[in-house]
């Protein structure tokens, strides 16, 4: 019994880490797509700096968080 709940807690460590790393890896992509689109998107919905940098912050904040 305590074998089988030694392996379980092992796989479970995995499949966390795993789940962590997709995490970053896709926030990562995410904050590199803003970054790309931000002048475009500026121009269309009128953000100014500030905003734009709050923007770009929570991504910051994301990172912290973990």
Known sequence: M???HKKLSTNMRYV?????FINIVI?????????????ELSKEIHLSTVQQGLIFSAFGWIYAAM
């Open 27 to 39: 926030n990562y992509m995410d904050r590199t797509n803003v970054s790309i689109a931000m002048p």
């Open 2 to 4: 305590e074998s089988s």
């Open 16 to 20: 966390i880490l795993a789940l962590v």
